[in-house]
């Protein structure tokens, strides 16, 4: 993952960037990319899990084909409506734990690129699928705050 083009798109981010879609405040939507790719390089472990067909078409779809990651998919274990708590102090901190989070994914899988771990819809994902992940979800959160 490219941290330098994501930090040079985060420096137009503020915490005054209004929403273009969704309930997120920017720091909830750098907090969010955060936690996910923490999860990829299993800085937080997500049990290990046989996705349903659902889910598979669902990763199909999103990994395999040039679709855009979908508007109001809620993430798993969120209801519609709730956010999570913010976890750092202001919006500046959190990107930077945003682009520690890319740099050391980027070493984990740099060490262990055949390395599986789990995704908490898709199940278990390989550095490639990952790799097709991360953009359109970064793509998609930036373009709901117009920084793409």
């Known amino acids: ?14 915490p005054e960037t209004p929403a273009q879609f969704g309930i997120m405040s920017p720091q909830h939507m750098v907090e969010h990319l955060t936690i996910t790719v923490k999860i990829a390089y ?11 067909e659902k889910q598979l078409f669902q990763k199909r779809a999103l990994l ?6 979908p508007r109001g998919v809620i993430a798993p274990g969120m209801k ?25 994914y980027n070493a984990y899988f740099e060490t262990s690129p055949n390395n599986t771990t789990v995704h908490p819809r898709f199940g278990k994902l390989t550095y490639a699928e990952w ?4 953009p359109k979800h ?4 930036f373009k709901q705050f117009g920084i793409w």
């Open 138 to 141: 970064f793509e998609h959160h």
């Open 131 to 134: 790799e097709r992940f991360h």
């Open 42 to 52: 299993n800085r937080i472990s997500i049990r290990d899990f046989e996705p349903n």
């Open 80 to 104: 519609t409506g709730d956010l999570m708590p913010l976890r750092s102090v202001n919006l500046d901190e959190a990107k930077k734990q945003l682009l520690d989070s890319i740099t050391a």
């Open 1 to 14: 993952m490219e941290s330098k083009i994501i930090e040079k798109k985060l420096k137009n981010l503020t």
């Open 64 to 69: 395999d084909t040039d679709m855009d990651f």
